[in-house]
């Protein structure tokens, strides 16, 4: 009789750690799925906006820089004749036949640098418009993701422990 008691607390403590562990694993993976929810989606309108202000800001920056270029190559080399069609394709200034507009980067670049508080306040207004679902805003979600990270690791080598001990655990009665 004391061998079938024994054989009964031990089930029941097994099941029981079995029943914390599953909660460990349970808790763990949904710690794993925001934080994957947390990486990929969007960002709040306001935060959207910010970001791309940004890249204008960096896209402004270049223009002096490309415009600069391009004036060196000039003075470098002046205009030979203006009336042969075959030089123009060689001259940075002058679109190549079939060409009416300069290169996506050199107008990004000049607008950005010549309209850059009306291409912000444009995106700015173009955001608010829009409706869709976002997450927190960015330093919301750096907070929130340093300590999932933190729990996760908590969480990953509680698991470990748990499993190991559960193992000695069925070991030791087999044994």
Not at 16 to 22: E, I, N, S, T, Y
Not at 66 to 81: A, E, G, N, S, V
Not at 101 to 127: N, Q
Request: charged share 30%.
């Amino acid at each position: 009789m004391a061998v079938d008691s024994f054989l009964d607390v031990f089930r029941s403590d097994v099941g029981k750690f079995r029943a914390r562990l599953k909660k460990t694993r349970e808790e763990l993976e949904t710690a794993r799925r925001r934080r994957e929810e947390l990486l990929t989606v969007p960002l709040p309108p306001a935060d959207v906006a910010e970001l791309l202000c940004q890249l204008i800001d960096r896209s402004a920056r270049q223009y002096p820089i490309r415009l600069q270029h391009k004036i060196d190559f000039i003075l470098r080399k002046p205009l030979m004749d203006a009336t042969n069609p075959g030089l123009q394709q060689f001259h940075p200034l002058l679109p190549a036949e079939g060409m009416n507009t300069p290169f996506p980067a050199d107008l990004e670049s000049a607008v950005s640098f010549l309209f850059t508080d009306v291409v912000k306040e444009g995106i700015r207004r173009a955001l608010v418009q829009m409706r869709y679902a976002h997450g927190p805003g960015r330093i919301e979600r750096v907070a929130e993701l340093q300590k999932l990270e933190t729990r996760i690791a908590e969480l990953e080598q509680q698991e470990k422990t748990m499993a190991s001990e559960l193992n000695t655990m069925v070991n030791e009665l087999a044994g």
